[in-house]
């Protein structure tokens, strides 16, 4: 008889440990599971961040920032007075319209200078790989 209670007390510390490592082995899976969804949404967000530059629709009164990627467009709009100048101030609500007229045709200057630098790298980037296929072809060994 005491043989047969050891063995049952054998037998369910055995189902104990069986179902607590498989919660165990559960809870890793899921959080690597967690862990790679939040590496790939992070690497997600920062190629649209390449290939989309902020995007920023300035008027007088709201100042619209794109800050979320291409899932999610949440909006923030900020009143005049708590929109600062590149100098870290707020702007007076008595600025002439000439001035603020000029400085966005300069941001909008600068804007497409840049996109064209970053279509210029693009290029050059797809010409060099153009150019390291046809040599690949090129230089692969004949069987």
């Known amino acids: 008889m005491f043989v047969g209670r050891r063995r049952f007390a054998d037998i ?3 189902v ?3 179902i607590l490592s498989y919660f165990l082995i559960r809870a890793i899976i899921d959080h690597v599971k967690h862990v790679t969804h939040e590496k790939n949404l992070k690497g997600n967000m920062q190629q ?3 290939r989309h530059p902020k995007i920023v629709t300035e008027s007088k009164d709201i100042q619209y920032i794109d800050e979320n990627g291409p899932d999610s467009f949440i909006y923030k709009a900020k009143p ?4 600062q100048n590149k100098h870290g101030h707020h702007e007076d609500d008595d ?3 000439e001035a603020d007229d000029l400085e ?3 941001r909008i200057r600068e804007r497409k200078r840049k996109q064209a630098l970053k279509m210029d790298q693009r290029g050059r980037k797809r010409n060099a ?3 390291n296929q046809r040599l690949k072809i090129r230089n692969k060994p004949r069987s």
Do not use: G, S
């Open 104 to 106: 966005l045709e300069q």
């Open 80 to 83: 005049k007075h708590d929109i």
């Open 12 to 14: 369910i510390i055995l």
């Open 129 to 131: 790989l153009e150019i």
């Open 16 to 18: 104990c440990c069986t």
């Open 95 to 97: 600025d002439d319209e």
């Open 48 to 50: 649209w961040k390449l």
